[in-house]
Nanobody
């Protein structure tokens, strides 16, 4: 059983920064891709960023150049550094563990709220 626990969300002003963390347990963390999703009220869930077991990354166009995903396999943790935040980044952010099929995710955290507002 895999457990994912996110932290680091909160309220921030436009232009500010936050760093989200996701601690994983119950699996061999380093073998799997990891991802961050977000879901705003009334909108579909969106894949924000993902990182392979080897450290390759890709991002949604809406966050390229502002967000950075990284991982520390020694700590079983994946991070999402969010800079230049905008009100439209407001959402619940979820950490997800990649499955054996690339692009698919099979375990999810409980989510952490990010609110960007003045």
């Amino acid at each position: 059983q895999v457990q994912l626990v996110e932290s680091g969300g909160g309220l921030v002003q436009p232009g500010g920064s936050l760093r989200l963390s996701c601690a994983a347990s119950g699996s061999i963390f380093s073998r799997y891709a990891m991802g961050w999703y977000r879901q705003a009220p009334g909108k579909q869930r969106e894949l924000v960023a993902q990182i392979t077991s080897a450290g390759s990354t890709n991002y949604a166009d809406s966050v390229k150049g502002r967000f950075t995903i990284s991982r520390d396999n020694g700590k079983n943790t994946v991070y999402l550094q969010m800079n230049s935040l905008r009100p439209e980044d407001t959402a619940v952010y979820y950490c997800a563990k990649g499955s054996a099929t690339w692009g698919k995710f099979d375990y999810w955290g409980q989510g952490t709220q990010v609110t960007v507002s003045s």
